[in-house]
C-alpha cells in the first residue's frame, strides 16, 4: 500500500514535469529557450514516470529502469543535436546577411524546409525581392 | 495487477493527462517557424509516446508493453541525430 501511494506520488511529480515542458514548448519566444523546456520533460518528466511505474508494478522494474537509464543517457544527446542544428542554421544566416551589410533579426527569418546553403540563399533573395517595395527604406531603389 | 482502486483510477487519469498533452505538442509541429522547431516538437512526441505506452503497460496489466517503449525510445534517438545532422550539415550520415 505504501509502495503504491509511493508510485502514485511519482506519477504525479511526472506528470506536472510533462505539463509544464509541454506549456514551455508552447509559450516559449525562441528556439533555445523552447529547448531548455523540452528538455525537461525528457530527463525529469519522463524519469518520474517511469519510477513511479516501477513501483507500481515490480514485476517489470528492472525493464523499466532499463528504459529509464536509456533515456536517461541518450534524451540529453539529442537535445545537444537539436541546439547545435538551431546555432549552425543561424551561423549560416548571420553570414549570408553579412554579405549583403544588412542588420537582420536572425531568428525571425522564416526559412522552414530549407536546408543547404545555397537553397537558403536563394530563398532569402526571394523574399527580399517580395518585401523591398513595401518597406520603402532609403535603400529601396528601383532600377 | 495492481489491486487497490486508489491507484487503477490515478493511472487512468495520468494516462487521459498524457494523450492530452499531445495535443498542444503537435500544435507547435504545425506552427513552429522553423525546421529545427519541428523537430524538436516531434522528439518531445515521442517522450510523451513513451510514457504513454509505460502507463498504458500499467493498465493492461502486460510487460510487453514495456519492449515496445524501449525499442520506441532506440529509434526515436537515431531518427532526432540524424535529422539534426541533416539539418545542420546538409547530409545525414
Given at each position: 500500500m505504501l509502495l503504491e501511494l509511493l508510485g502514485v506520488v511519482a506519477l504525479l511529480f511526472g506528470l506536472f514535469f510533462c505539463g509544464v515542458g509541454v506549456l514551455g514548448v508552447i509559450r516559449m519566444p525562441d528556439a533555445l529557450t523552447r529547448l531548455h523546456a523540452s528538455g525537461k520533460v525528457a530527463t525529469l518528466g519522463l524519469f518520474g514516470l517511469l519510477v513511479g511505474a516501477a513501483l507500481l508494478m515490480p514485476a517489470a522494474s528492472l525493464r523499466i529502469l532499463a528504459l529509464g537509464l536509456f533515456v536517461l543517457l541518450t534524451s540529453p544527446v539529442a537535445t545537444h543535436a537539436i541546439a547545435a542544428s538551431v546555432y549552425r542554421r543561424q551561423e549560416i544566416l548571420e553570414e549570408l546577411f553579412e554579405m549583403r551589410d544588412e542588420q537582420v533579426d536572425?531568428?525571425?527569418?522564416d526559412v522552414s524546409g530549407i536546408l543547404s546553403r545555397s537553397l537558403i540563399q536563394d530563398i532569402i533573395e526571394a523574399q527580399q525581392r517580395t518585401h523591398r517595395p513595401t518597406e520603402g527604406g532609403p535603400t529601396s531603389n528601383d532600377n | 495487477m495492481i489491486e487497490s482502486e486508489f491507484a487503477q483510477v490515478a493511472i487512468k487519469l495520468v494516462l487521459l493527462a498524457l494523450v492530452s498533452l499531445l495535443i498542444p505538442a503537435s500544435y507547435r509541429v504545425i506552427v513552429g517557424t522553423t525546421l529545427p522547431d519541428r523537430l524538436q516538437a516531434v522528439d518531445l512526441i515521442t517522450t510523451l509516446l513513451i510514457g504513454i505506452i509505460v502507463m498504458l503497460a500499467l493498465v493492461e496489466g502486460t510487460q510487453g508493453f514495456v519492449d515496445m517503449a524501449i525499442a520506441l525510445a532506440a529509434f526515436a534517438f537515431v531518427g532526432t541525430i540524424s535529422i539534426a545532422r541533416y539539418i545542420s550539415e546538409g547530409r545525414a550520415f
Amino acid at each position: 500500500m505504501l509502495l503504491e501511494l509511493l508510485g502514485v506520488v511519482a506519477l504525479l511529480f511526472g506528470l506536472f514535469f510533462c505539463g509544464v515542458g509541454v506549456l514551455g514548448v508552447i509559450r516559449m519566444p525562441d528556439a533555445l529557450t523552447r529547448l531548455h523546456a523540452s528538455g525537461k520533460v525528457a530527463t525529469l518528466g519522463l524519469f518520474g514516470l517511469l519510477v513511479g511505474a516501477a513501483l507500481l508494478m515490480p514485476a517489470a522494474s528492472l525493464r523499466i529502469l532499463a528504459l529509464g537509464l536509456f533515456v536517461l543517457l541518450t534524451s540529453p544527446v539529442a537535445t545537444h543535436a537539436i541546439a547545435a542544428s538551431v546555432y549552425r542554421r543561424q551561423e549560416i544566416l548571420e553570414e549570408l546577411f553579412e554579405m549583403r551589410d544588412e542588420q537582420v533579426d536572425v531568428t525571425a527569418v522564416d526559412v522552414s524546409g530549407i536546408l543547404s546553403r545555397s537553397l537558403i540563399q536563394d530563398i532569402i533573395e526571394a523574399q527580399q525581392r517580395t518585401h523591398r517595395p513595401t518597406e520603402g527604406g532609403p535603400t529601396s531603389n528601383d532600377n | 495487477m495492481i489491486e487497490s482502486e486508489f491507484a487503477q483510477v490515478a493511472i487512468k487519469l495520468v494516462l487521459l493527462a498524457l494523450v492530452s498533452l499531445l495535443i498542444p505538442a503537435s500544435y507547435r509541429v504545425i506552427v513552429g517557424t522553423t525546421l529545427p522547431d519541428r523537430l524538436q516538437a516531434v522528439d518531445l512526441i515521442t517522450t510523451l509516446l513513451i510514457g504513454i505506452i509505460v502507463m498504458l503497460a500499467l493498465v493492461e496489466g502486460t510487460q510487453g508493453f514495456v519492449d515496445m517503449a524501449i525499442a520506441l525510445a532506440a529509434f526515436a534517438f537515431v531518427g532526432t541525430i540524424s535529422i539534426a545532422r541533416y539539418i545542420s550539415e546538409g547530409r545525414a550520415f
